[in-house]
């Protein structure tokens, strides 16, 4: 499988490199700052060096071009402006579903975040909020689209923490648990291997359950 990894110096996404890569599959990492390349390519991918807030669909096609499968995992990040959750967290996402039509790419699996569909704290601040409203925007320009064949992965509060091989995953509402990033980029490597999760939008959190099983549990 060839893969292209949006946001690809993301720690999930270069944990999800690595087990990518590992398993044999050819990986490609799309990142905005070319001093990011050596650590993509570390992970056994290749890196492509673009930025996903000033290039056009047909900048990014190229890149797609033989692709299996993509995979947004890209953000604005801690610190960032309101501003750029929308250019970034929705406008790039839109942007690489753009490029992925243009390539003949349908597999698409979009990293976006638990409560989105949720009433917001305003306790929380304007940008909370943007990047809430943005992932929300996101998934249902997405959801929308005919040419792509989507699973949308909802991860819980994420951790640094060593991945246990366990989580909880549903198509339904889930307490809200800590999950950590290494066990998020191995349930989006198995979603990748199951067709069956098209169509899907998927809670992740930690829990007991076998992430192999977890993923062939949810398939339709």
């Known amino acids: 499988m060839r893969t292209v990894i949006a946001g690809g110096h993301g720690k999930i996404a270069l944990r999800l490199a690595t087990l990518l890569a590992n398993q044999?599959?050819?990986?490609?990492?799309?990142?905005?700052?070319?001093d990011h390349r050596a650590d993509v390519?570390?992970?056994?991918?290749s890196a492509v060096v673009l930025d996903l807030e000033s290039a056009s669909a047909a900048?990014?096609?190229p890149a797609l071009k033989g692709a299996d499968a993509v995979v947004f995992a890209a953000g604005a990040?801690?610190?960032?402006?309101?501003?750029?959750?929308?250019?970034?967290?929705r406008a790039a996402a839109v942007l690489l579903a753009d490029a992925a039509a243009q390539a003949g790419v349908r597999r698409y699996v979009l990293v976006s975040a638990t409560g989105v569909d949720q009433p917001v704290d305003p306790a929380r601040g304007e940008v909370w909020a943007a990047y809430v409203a943005a992932k929300k925007a996101?998934?249902?320009?997405?959801?929308?689209r005919s040419d792509l064949d989507l699973t949308i992965v909802r991860p819980g509060t994420l951790t640094d923490d060593p991945g246990v091989g366990k989580v909880a995953l549903s198509t339904g509402p889930l307490d809200?648990?800590?999950?950590?990033?290494?066990?998020?980029?191995?349930?989006?490597?198995?979603?990748?291997?199951?067709?069956?999760?098209?169509?899907?939008?998927?809670?992740?959190?930690?829990?007991?359950?076998?992430?192999?099983?977890a993923v062939a549990a949810v398939q339709k």
């Open 138 to 144: 996101a998934e249902d320009a997405l959801r929308g």
């Open 77 to 89: 990040g801690p610190g960032s402006t309101a501003a750029r959750k929308d250019t970034v967290d």
């Open 59 to 61: 900048d990014l096609t």
């Open 24 to 34: 044999g599959h050819e990986v490609v990492g799309v990142v905005r700052n070319p």
């Open 176 to 213: 809200r648990v800590d999950v950590t990033r290494d066990d998020v980029a191995a349930v989006l490597a198995a979603v990748l291997e199951a067709p069956g999760t098209a169509g899907l939008t998927l809670e992740l959190m930690g829990g007991t359950d076998d992430i192999v099983g």
């Open 41 to 45: 390519e570390q992970t056994g991918a």
